[in-house]
């Protein structure tokens, strides 16, 4: 994965342009830049509608310009950073330009498929891409591995699974690799019956028993799609093939992801569930930096648990490695559906095992249509995206129609 490297002279800041600024990811990322100014310069904070968060985030950090995807937010942001001397810009030509600054590293946190565009742009010669938003990977991820390839940039996952996996991946002893096991929490539902989960409301579903995320995320753990996402963004990450990929639930989240060697070896790598953990480790690459995460004591944690999926009861997880075997555009059907879906379930539309279900039912329709074939540019992706919201945009309205 690893290829060019981001370090400049040896006394230069690297610097550094967040996509996603004001989320979730954006703000365990921004803790971290704030406790080491002598050693990131912050060329750009980029997010969507979040004027305050991203101005003063600007500020705290000594930003050279925020930009917001959203026009209609500007005014505010240009109000609150004027006389600062930071830049503000907005729109998707605004976003664009300033992933287009010389810059080290970009950390890709963009939620959902809006991400796809500028991350790939994002893509340069000699970058190191931190990627937090998994569409990249699960909507295009050909085209995407494609251009890393091309470019020879350094491609560095966030996500504590795959970077957890890229800690004990020996990459030099690939043909060695037996087994790719990714843990999934297994949610706040995860012992609940499928009857009951029927009835769950989108509060319960947002109270993640281990890890603190932005909205849709927590809603994908309850469901396991999460975790689908991630074995197909795995499947794109690492030299193995989908045979090779496992997911193992483990209530805890404290072991990450475990790479399993044909000399009957297990790695594995642990840790608190505190995202500061992984994005420090794409910051640093290949050293290490000092983090305040809460330390793992193992003997007070006492036991860890692990157990398999349950496919029957998260429909979703079944979905989702379904998709990856089809592969084509069928995961970029499946994330489409599944951020509609999401949407509708937050918004009390639908109920929480309609989720899978709408999605399903995209993916039946468009696939017996012969619509989710290889996609030859990002601008396929993002039309058969478009195809599959409007196509879960129906289902849901059908579904409230018959209630
Ligand atoms: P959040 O919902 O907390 O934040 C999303 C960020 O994306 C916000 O800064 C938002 O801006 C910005 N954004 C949304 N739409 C656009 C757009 N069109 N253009 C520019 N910026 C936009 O998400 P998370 O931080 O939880 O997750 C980000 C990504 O990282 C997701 O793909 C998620 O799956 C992945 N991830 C997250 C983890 C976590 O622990 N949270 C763990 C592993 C992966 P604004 O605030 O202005 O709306």
Known sequence: MAAASAARDPGAKTRITVLGATGSIGQSLADLLER????YEVVALVSNRNAAGLADMAKTLKAGSAILADETCYPELKDRLSGTGIRTGAGEAAVLEAVDQDTDIVVGAIVGAAGLKPTMAAIRPGRRIALANKECLVCAGDLF?????????????????????FQVFETDKADMVEKVILTASGGPFR??????MKRVTPQ?????????????????????????????????????????????VHPQSTVHGLVQYKDGSLLAQLGSPDMRTPIAHCLAFPRRMNVPVKRLDLAELGTLTFEAPDLDRFPALHLALEAMRAGGMAPAALN?????????????????????????????TMGARGLLGEAASAEDVLALDAEARQKAADWIEARQMAC
Not at 191 to 196: C, I, T
Not at 204 to 233: C, Y
């Open 36 to 39: 080491n100014p002598e050693r």
């Open 145 to 165: 591995m494609e251009k890393i390839r091309a470019t020879g940039a350094e491609l560095l996952p966030v996500d504590s699974e795959h970077n957890a996996v």
């Open 191 to 196: 012992s609940l019956s499928k009857a009951d």
């Open 204 to 248: 319960q579903a947002l109270k993640h028993p281990n890890w603190d995320m932005g909205a849709r995320i927590t809603i994908d753990s309850a469901t396991m799609m999460n975790k689908g996402f991630e074995v197909i963004e795995a499947s794109h990450l690492f030299p193995v093939t989908h045979d090779q990929l496992g997911v193992l």
């Open 336 to 364: 489409a559906a599944d951020e509609i879906a999401v949407e509708a379930f937050l918004t009390g539309r639908i109920g929480f095992m309609d989720i899978p279900a709408a999605i399903e039912a995209v993916l039946e």
